[in-house]
Structure formats: structure tokens, C-alpha cells
């Protein structure tokens, strides 16, 4: 079982940047990709970016690709979003999840453990 904890979020203006933790607990975090996703209100939960084990492949959302940067550090358990350029349309919870079967799958519902989530808050 893997526990998730995303830190990092904020307020901040349009044109900032914020840079999204997700530090996890279990010996096996290494085997797993990892993807960010972001929930805005009255929207469905949508895929943002994805690192595979050991962060030699990623991928991302089109809305996010240039701007978002996903890296890991196995050893100390801990997947960051940095994220430049934000919009007011970055506005969302974002959470981190964890998935061992589908490599940088891009489906929440292929995920399967999941942290709480941290709310980014973008001000035009």
C-alpha cells in the first residue's frame, strides 16, 4: 500500500509559479508511475502529467506541456509539479496518484491510490 501527500499549493498571480510535492510512504514507491491530475469546480478530474518508475519517460496534457515539469526522487520518495507560466485556468485541486500497471496512463480511473489533494488558486 502506498500513502500520498501532496504539499505546495497556493495563490498566486498569473505569470507565477508553484512548485507541488507529493511525498509518499512504502518500500515499493519506485515501481510505480505517478501522474498529477487536477480537479476544477464543476468539472471532471483531468489528467495533468505523469512520471514512470524511474522517471525516464513522461508525458503531458497539452494545456500543460511546456509550462509543467514532473520529476521524481526515488530515494526520497517524492514526485514534484513544477509549474510556470500559471493561468487562471491552472485554477484547480490538484492530487497525486499512483498506478502499477499502466505505464503513464492518463486515465484517473487506472490509478489506484491517491493523496488528498492541494488546492492551486491562479489570480488574473
Known amino acids: 500500500q502506498v500513502q500520498l501527500v501532496e504539499s505546495g499549493g497556493g495563490l498566486v498571480q498569473a505569470g507565477g509559479s508553484l512548485r507541488l510535492s507529493c511525498a509518499a510512504s512504502?518500500?515499493?514507491?519506485?515501481?510505480?508511475?505517478v501522474g498529477w491530475f487536477r480537479q476544477a469546480p464543476g468539472k471532471e478530474r483531468e489528467f495533468v502529467a505523469a512520471i514512470r518508475r524511474n522517471g525516464e519517460f513522461t508525458a503531458y496534457a497539452d494545456s500543460v506541456k511546456g509550462r509543467f515539469t514532473i520529476s521524481r526522487d526515488n530515494a526520497k520518495n517524492t514526485v514534484w509539479l513544477q509549474m510556470n507560466s500559471l493561468k487562471p485556468e491552472d485554477t484547480a485541486v490538484y492530487y497525486c496518484?499512483?498506478?502499477?500497471?499502466?505505464?503513464?496512463?492518463?486515465?484517473?480511473?487506472?490509478?489506484?491510490?491517491w493523496g488528498q489533494g492541494t488546492r492551486v488558486t491562479v489570480s488574473s
Open positions: 512504502g518500500r515499493t514507491f519506485s515501481s510505480y508511475t
Open positions: 496518484a499512483t498506478n502499477y500497471m499502466y505505464s503513464l496512463s492518463r486515465s484517473y480511473s487506472q490509478y489506484d491510490y
